[in-house]
């Protein structure tokens, strides 16, 4: 074979570049091949290792977590000043009453206050009652804003002139609510409010 050939040159140069190619790729291959079955065998022996345990999914902060961050504050006494002022904030839109101080701050304030008054105009209104509290949780805490989680069943359903128009006042759902709370010259205010879930229960517990 004529390697002067110009043409042959560059077929063999091509070749070589080709075998060389392959050779990098096979290798990186083998590597990656290698660590994906190490890592494999990591997840067998934790799996191994677990046993038939569940693996525990963290709710929310602990009383030591929020210690931490401000180990003055009574925990117990806490959840449940956020928990009995959630229920008041939700009395006072049953009832169409709009005096929302030291419930409320920000504009979630002048919101609800608008819509009472609306609904009053209106004979319009969203009841939630017979509430049953499930569970709680602060699941975010940093001294002066915090994030609880509240866990329900109720009734929730619309009323117009007292008559119920959509929903239910006897089958009961169940709510997770988010409500974020602000602290403001020493009291936890409701800054913020959202529903995150909402799921329908069978009539087995209607009331």
Known sequence: MNFTNPLT?????ILGLIIISCSIGIIIASKFQSKQKEKYKMCLDAIENFGMNPMQVKEGLSK???SKIDESINVDELTKNL????LEF???INTKDSNLDN???????????DRIDRSK???YEDIVDNIDLIGYSITEFDGNKLKFKIIINCCKYKLNDGVVVSGSNLNKLELILLVTYIKENGDWLINEYEKV???KLDSNNSF
């Open 90 to 92: 939700q009395n006072k």
């Open 9 to 13: 040159m560059i077929i063999f140069i």
């Open 64 to 66: 030591e977590d929020i």
């Open 103 to 113: 419930l409320l701050t920000g504009m979630i304030k002048d919101l609800y206050i």
């Open 83 to 86: 928990y009995d002022k959630y």
């Open 121 to 123: 105009e209106s004979k």
């Open 197 to 199: 879930y909402e799921k």
